[in-house]
């Protein structure tokens, strides 16, 4: 019998039913209760010469960004045919002028690769991906805005059916970050249509969806924007704040907006990178905003692990299950399905009264401790895609949390 | 003095250098002595020195060869008042002369690595003024200068490149004001001063941080030529100008000897420094250096030694592979090195008219080795684990130079206390 079957017969005896739709489950009728299992590797694809950064994926095909300097600068976005067990190299694009490519993104509709560059000559970078094994440059675009430290995030977003790119730009230090929106709705010509500084002392990720932007601050917590979907009158052109919170610890690093199956929109999971050495040490802690009133966020539980940090997310919204890059600390597989602000005084830090996800049980698997720095991950299916700074591109199967 | 003035008088002064003349002529006043043996009145100076530096490995293996006008400086010094009024001033051209910094193994800070960077224009300008009350001796000073922490600036040392350890065992280029106190040989300072490191050779520093960050630091003399001082830092951001990034915690401990002995003039430093910086109260990263360094001297000949084990953060790199991000993204670094300098130096002085003129040749060896586990690797970075410096060169000046740079008031020696 499979790991899932087992897992979906222990699940029906608990709740005595079998429905086909999933549910919304609590602690107590847990079908990952115990110890976290082992996430099982099927492979690694090596990259040797220079850091892996982020990863995005879409169906068999994987991409990898590179960052800082090994023995080559991280000048490279890598395409990876990731349909077998083992990933494969299957070809590489070179930015020039560039040190380091951070983030990676697809567009929805699949047509579009966009990776930022950072540090020196700051811009996004637009690809198209008509031969996803060999995406062609569309444009770059780089301007005052994004150049001096350049684009640290960038993320891909709808709004009334017009894509544009949102993007973190690092200022250099002596001053606040920015956010950055450009329109795709041409690829090959981006239009820059909002510059606005953010963020102490920078402005680092944002996540949007539904016609909101969520924007990590660093030290200035999380903001909430309506962007066309808040009913408040803003735009990607003019966001309207409609709230935020200062996440205990500071160092607001990226945020997930968690759609559960049942309808709720309640929880938005915040990273914190709280500091370490890059390849080696880490540290920083998930945490748990409740923002059932979008204009008082509050923080209602946290996830840690000792001599570890946070880095980006995914989410398998279907089953509920928040897949964390964790650095040294490998991939965190968490269930964040139920009410994640209630627990037991044993579960509870007290001094922040905040509920300690990790001694309620919720963490339900775990791969690539020790041995790795996991930059981001990234789902396709059964599958998950972590990108180690380290060594290259994994593949885990995830079926059994599924 | 407008940029315009400033600019003149600063390449007047470099190409009176350069070209070995006197440019001072009678700008330089006589000294007088007030009858506490004491020197007042108004001396000026000019000094820099023409060097030539081989490194090996430099970067993946390959070596380089420069050459530079480096430290050239125009110094200020002001005695009144039968000692108790001081003005010091010193004015640092490096900013034109080493605009892409000096190659310097495992030198760092202030956005530049494995070179040192230039120092601001406005290196130093402070006023003291000193009086006694009941036995106890007290100085203020004000202005732009040293904080009260740790050694002397290697710039009045006798090494030309610099210690890897100088951002961690001196604080400089800042707003201060400095209270000092002695009761016979014991001097204690405290001063408070802005945090933010300078952001280039023409940065002035954000005078509002004034007072967000302090130092103090107690010295004693309990022999004649001895020097021991314990000193205590809190640096509040020092590379956010926005008081934003890490903040420092600093200690320094050194004992500093220079006997009288005859016709050989002699000096010996012994030097102990940490820094640990911290994110909302929560370390993040130590740095700690142990330093030893002497000089021998006779007639017009000086022989040198030095040795330095030292760590330093390893941060991510610009393009140009001698210039860093500041301050750290995302509060991480790439790893973290440790660096043990050897250095030998010889140097002979001469004077030609009234310009002093010092030949020298300085070597030093290099091991670095990687400490943390980060993703920097020194051997795959500059293509060995062992690197070299050889350095030729002659430092040449008119008129009066600070013996001493980093104390204040009571706390420097020949300064205003009795």
Redesign the interface.
Known sequence: MSRSAGLLIAACMAIGACDTDPVVMGPDDDPFDGDPIAIPVLGRGLVQER?TAEVAVDGTWAYTTTW????A?GNALKVWDVSGPIPQLVDSAIVD?A??LGDVQISDDGALLVVATE???GSIVVFDRSDPAHPVMLSRHMTDATRS?GVHTVKLGRVDGRLYGFLAV?TG????GQLVVVDLSDPANPDEVLVLPLG??NL?DVFVRDGYLFTAE??DGISIWDIGGGGRGGSPTDPVRIGGVETL???A?NIWWYHAPGGEQRYVFVGE???????????GDIHVVDISDMANPREVAFYTIPAAGAHNFTMDEENGILYAAYYNGGVRAIDVRGDLGSCSDSEREAATDRCELRLMGREVGVALEGDS?VWGVARSGDFLYASD??SGLYKLDISPLR | MGDLALFVAARAALAAIALGTTFAGGAVAQPVHDRNGKTSGLRLGAHGTLLGTYATPVLGGEAASEAYLTRPVLTALFVGANGRLRASGTLNLEGWTLVDGELNAGMWGEGFVDRRHPHTFLHELVATGAISLAGIDASLTVGRGFAPFGTDDPMVRPFVKYPVNHHLAQILERWVGIVALRRGPVIVEAGAFNGDEPTSPESLGEVDRFGDSWALRATVLPLAGVEVQASRAYVESPEHVGGRGLDHRKWSASARYEPGLGDFAAYALLEWARTDEYADGRRLYAFGTWLVEGALGRDRWRFAARWERSTRPEEERLLDPFRTVRPHHDDNINGATRWVTWTARAERSVTVGGLSVTPFAEASRITVAEIAGGIFSPTDFYGDEKLWSLSLGARIGVGSVHDRMGRYGLAAPGGTHH
């Open positions: 850091v800082g300097q090994l023995q600068v002028g040190i380091t540090i020196d000559n430290r690092n230090g002596t001053g606040r102490g002392p680092h660093w030290d610890g500071g160092n690093h990178e709280a500091g370490g050495a890059i390849g080696a040490q880490s540290s720095y700074m380290n």
